[in-house]
């Protein structure tokens, strides 16, 4: 069973940058997995920031940016504003029609 | 612009089956190439995803819920639909209806989702 892991929580200063990421139990996550990013606030649907690795959905802020480093897909949030405090979620594609999210991290902006 | 909007019954009885249906509007369920999916979230938890009818009309399912699942387009209605048999406490969630283009495979449009609470 593939398990996507991301970090249950972290912690940004306003202004600040952080780095949220996303890998896999086993294995290396690379550009052949498509990885997705949503930020999901309380009572709301998710909304998407990133799909493949780097791109950024339209209407998405330019301080939002994904990537690949190391072995892990990456979220960075450059100039973090109160309103990034969220849930984020990554997602991979595995291949033959099938995804696995991560558990989501919770990002806290104080 | 695709807009989805997901209904049902909020409450199910232990042991039956829970079925939902997603609305499409702005596009039709049968054209492009897209993953017609269902994905749900119990209360203070993470994103699961359930599986999806292609537009080509191929169906896949996470594992884990394969056995129960079934995934269905009805191309008249513009309605994608949901059947998860013997539920249990463990299926109360949001349940969201969302697609995926291939090529890019992000869910790129989602419904505001359903709260389906399992009880007797």
């Known amino acids: 069973q593939t398990v996507v892991t991301q970090e249950p929580s972290f912690s940004v200063s306003p202004g600040g940058t952080v780095t949220l990421t996303c890998g896999l139990s086993s294995g290396s996550v690379s550009i052949s997995y498509y990885p997705s990013w949503y930020q999901q606030t309380p009572g709301q649907a998710p909304r998407t920031l990133i799909y493949?690795?780097?791109t950024r959905s339209s209407g998405v802020p330019d301080r939002f940016s994904g990537s690949i480093l190391g072995n892990k897909a990456a979220l960075t949030i450059t100039g973090a504003q109160a309103d990034d405090e969220s849930d984020y979620y990554c997602v991979l594609y595995m291949g033959s029609g099938l995804w696995v999210f991560g558990g989501g991290t919770k990002l806290t902006v104080l | 612009q695709v807009q989805l909007q997901e209904s049902g019954p909020g409450l199910v009885k232990p042991s039956q089956t829970l079925s939902l249906t997603c609305t499409v509007s702005?596009?039709?369920?049968?054209?492009?190439?897209?993953?017609w999916s269902w994905i749900r979230q119990p209360a203070g938890k993470g994103l699961e995803w359930i599986g999806h009818k292609y537009t080509s009309g191929s169906t896949n399912y996470n594992p884990s819920l394969k056995s129960r699942v079934t995934i269905s387009v009805d191309t008249s209605k513009n309605h994608l639909s949901l059947k998860l048999s013997s539920v249990t406490a463990a299926d109360t969630a949001v349940y969201y209806c969302?697609?995926?283009?291939?090529?890019?495979?992000?869910?790129?449009?989602w419904g505001q989702g359903t709260l389906v609470t399992v009880s007797s």
């Open positions: 493949s690795t780097n």
């Open positions: 969302a697609t995926a283009s291939y090529g890019d495979y992000a869910f790129d449009y």
């Open positions: 702005g596009g039709s369920i049968n054209s492009g190439n897209y993953y």
